[in-house]
C-alpha cells in the first residue's frame, strides 16, 4: 500500500532540503516521460548527492538533482516544476518523488530501499 501526498510549492525548499540530508548516498533511479520523450532511464543506481531548487538567475524555481560519484556526478534539471509529489510506503519511508513540469513530463525518483539491494547481491565466496 502506498500513501501519496503533494509537496505544496511554499514546502518544496524545505522539503528538497530535508530529503537530500535524510537520503544522501541512496541508491536511486531517475526516469523521465511525457507525451513527447516518451519513457527515458536518465540514471540508474546512482547515489544522491542532491535535491535542491535554484533560487536566482534564469533557471530560477528550477529542481536540480544531482547524483552520482565524486568527479562523475550527474544533474538532471526539471526547469518548471508545477508538482511535487511523495509516494511514501506504509512506514512512512519515501519509495518515489513525483515531480511534473508546466510541459507534463514527469521525473520519476526511485530510491531503491537497501534490503533490495542486499538481497540481489551475490553471496561472498
Sequence with gaps: MHHTREIPREGW????????????DQQVR????????????????????EISIEEKGSDQGAIEVTVGRPGEELTHRILHPEHVWAEESDSGE???????????????????????????SPPPA
Design 30 to 49: 531517475i526516469q523521465a516521460g511525457g507525451p513527447e520523450l516518451g519513457e527515458q532511464t536518465v540514471a540508474r543506481d546512482l547515489p544522491l548527492v
Design 94 to 120: 519515501l519509495e518515489c518523488l513525483d515531480i511534473e513540469d508546466t510541459d507534463h513530463v514527469k521525473t520519476l525518483i526511485y530510491f531503491e530501499s537497501q534490503e533490495v539491494h542486499e538481497e540481489a
Design 13 to 24: 525548499a524545505d522539503y528538497l532540503l530535508l530529503l537530500s540530508t535524510i537520503e544522501r
